[in-house]
C-alpha cells in the first residue's frame, strides 16, 4: 500500500471525529462520515492493513515519509503561506 494512499484512508475513517467535533457549527459536512456506523469497523480494518505492514523497516520508513509528505501537502493547500508563531 502507498504511504499517500495510508495517509488519505487514515484522514477518511479519522473524519467522523472532526465531524463530531464541527457538527453544531457547520452544515453539509456529510462527506465527513462516509462510513457511518461501520466507521469502527473500518478503522479497524485499516489497523490491520498497518499492522501488516509494520514489520518491514523500508515499509515503515516509507510509511512515515508518506504520511509526512501527505500532511505537508494538506497544510500548503489549506493553509498556503499562512505563518504560525
Known sequence: ???ALIV??????A???IAFIVYRLA????????????????????????ADAAHDPQTQE???AGALAGFRHAEL???GDLQID
Open 1 to 3: 500500500m502507498s504511504p
Open 8 to 13: 488519505l484512508a487514515a484522514t477518511v475513517v
Open 15 to 17: 473524519a467522523p471525529v
Open 27 to 50: 452544515r453539509g459536512l456529510g462527506f465527513l462520515d462516509p462510513y457511518g456506523e461501520r466507521t469502527g469497523e473500518r478503522w479497524r480494518a485499516f489497523l490491520d492493513v498497518l
Open 62 to 64: 516509507a510509511a512515515i
Open 77 to 79: 493547500r489549506l493553509c
